[in-house]
């Protein structure tokens, strides 16, 4: 299908460069909340555990969609739109909380949290044939993987399982194996910056920007990261042993292993088109993101423990999701400064180049090495077909 | 117990203004300074969003004075040449305090912090809150046993290198 956005997108022909101009332009934008965030892909918008007793809530936007994720009283887990069957009001105004019902202010419509109209003043007065069983909450297309809450507003978008394609197996590791998980808390920001960039960190960069590997005597190596064949899906594995003495810092806790295998001591799983589980040393973190607009993109990151944690283990986890990963984190800070100054030097001509990793810049591999940057290739290339944008010829 | 004196409330002024300094100068070392240097004294950052809701994970969780002293390093060692850097102006005003002992005081003050970057030089609010700090008074000057900054901003606008 070719569009009006695909004026002036002229794609490289190698497959290891990325034009600039689609981290800044403001039609392409539009034109991606069109065809991926409410196409025909599945969008993780909260882990169960967000939600754990009955009436729990909490509210996100997937694009510019309102939508509030709650559970029953019977205990099942819903995601609905967030706006009145009625005229359409934004129905919940808080971030998080506990309700039985969800009753609209502007005419009183009452809702039970199953979605079921169960209120509406002057009924009596309302058009022939008005039934409430018809005005239900509207929901999107759910499904849950280990607790992950993911939603789709295409009706072509293929079964979760399908979708995930092998990145399930990573996905489930990254979700403390199980999905028992119990939640800590958040930390969002606003970063300044195109969603594409910010989705663009890439296994090379980590030992070069990140002083703190290279001071700690930190050392990753043996791993595995792999892309999935259609969406561009990555899963990383890989080693990560800390110096047993360090004479940088004083309390080496936001740096030790209390309970994860050492050997895959960080798991990541990123999905097409923004969303990362990571379960990094001790941490175990979902990142779920808001593109706001071309030029800014909202993260939430959510840090849980597992079920089966201790206390001891579970302070360990919070004390080490605070101050590790994240936008103050020991390791993550860098990352976020990253993220704007990407976005401003987007603004220039031309391309961007991958090369850590690139065995052939005229095909795609699926294999790569943990630290490479190649693995956001075939991410790439998804992007370049799901946008309709054509590569030159070579 | 007795009730706090105008010499109280000076040592406890005198400590936020030397922290507020401390911050806005970059003096990383001059910010611990401000602190007892006590093994349990804490630094903790958070959002008013995460205390409604009983969620124990913060922003910054320096619980400890060893942490407190490895935050100096992040700042100064670590993340050194990797950032935007960018200029805050703290803007405090005490709003409650209570003697919990002899020698302690339990302080409320309210802040803002504009912060200006300076690759674009412009001025905005980076955060506001309240700091709810636990003050030990001493002759010399007090400090800080225990600072918490408790923010109503529940989404930063800028990923954070200083602490607030």
Known sequence: MTLTVNQGVLWPAHTNEVPKEVFIRPDIFEEELKRIFYGPEWHPVAHESEVPKPGDFKTFSLGKVPLIINRDMEGRVHVFFNACAHRGNQLETATAGNKTEFECPYHRWLFSASGDLVGCPAEAEFAPGFQRKDFPLAQPRMEMFYGLIFVTFSPLTPDLDTWLEDAQSGLKEALGVDGRLKLLGYQKVRYRTNWKAYNDNDGYHAPLLHSAFRMLNWQGGAGRQYATRQHGHVIFTSSMTVAPKNTLLKDPSVVAFRGSDPTRGSRLAQLFPTFIATSHMDVISLRFAIPLNVNETEVHYAYFSHLDDDAEMEKHRLRQSSNLLGPCGLVSMEDASVFHRVHIGNHTPGVVTFQKGVKDPDSLEQEFKQNDEAGNLPRWEYYRRTMGFERQAL | ?164
Not at chain 2, 72 to 83: D, E, N
Not at chain 2, 133 to 158: I, M
């Open chain 2, 1 to 164: 117990m007795k009730a706090l004196t105008a010499q109280d409330l000076f040592l406890i002024d005198e400590l936020q203004t030397r922290y507020i300094y401390a911050l806005d100068s970059k003096n990383i070392p001059g910010w611990l300074e401000t602190f007892a240097e006590a093994p349990d004294a804490s630094y903790i950052c958070t959002t008013q969003e995460s205390v409604e809701r009983n969620l124990p994970l913060a922003l910054i969780m320096d619980d400890c004075y060893a942490r407190l002293q490895d935050r100096v390093t992040y700042i100064t060692k670590i993340w050194a040449g990797t950032f935007q850097d960018y200029r805050t102006r703290h803007f405090t005003q005490r709003v409650n305090a209570a003697k919990l002992s002899h020698d302690t005081v339990a302080v409320h003050t309210n802040f803002t912090v504009i912060y200006t970057p300076e690759d674009n030089g412009s001025s905005e609010v980076l955060t506001a809150g309240v700091y709810e700090d636990v003050v030990k008074l001493a002759d010399g000057g007090a400090q800080f046993l225990s600072k918490k900054a408790v923010t109503d901003t529940s989404v930063l606008p800028r990923y954070l290198v200083y602490p607030l």
